[in-house]
């Protein structure tokens, strides 16, 4: 499948997050539009409402802290990326790398301190700014010899979600 551009990848990233709570029953909110103010849609159940930021890839990874890197180390930028984040705004990762035209995109679910253990424990215990769905370290590497992956139980189920929100839902 060609590549579609980063606006692509954003869009339908959201859509694909949407459509997955919606298929579990949850109400969703959608907000629309570039830069959205810590979270881009909205899913509620009962009396629980859950912030969801989407970050969608096409490459096998997120970028999340690099823009908070300048003049600092990894561990440094991860804890102010993590400080910029609401404790109750979770993450649906959405990625397309690897999935044809006709198949869902592979989708996670995370609490910014889960992002945040992931990354400090990155590249060997260095620390990372990007976010490997499975990625292993070359023998160059600082953190050579060593698997950095998305954990299994971040897997965007009808269990995660439940669990999102018994945690994080207000």
Known sequence: MEKMTSWHVGVAAEAFAAA????????????????QPEYDLIAVFEDKMLKISVKGS?????????????????????????????????????????TMENEMPRMYLASPAEIAEKLNASAGGRGETILYEYHKWGSRAAGRGTIDRVPDEWKFTAERARYMFETYGQ
Do not use: M, P
């Open 20 to 35: 997955q709570f919606a298929r579990l029953r949850y109400d969703v909110s959608v907000q629309y539009g570039a830069n």
């Open 58 to 98: 096409q490459d096998g990874s997120w970028g999340l802290t690099q823009n908070y890197k300048k003049g600092l180390d990894y561990h440094e930028a991860i804890q102010k990326w993590l400080n910029a984040h609401h404790k109750k705004t979770v993450f649906c990762l959405v990625q397309f790398q690897g």
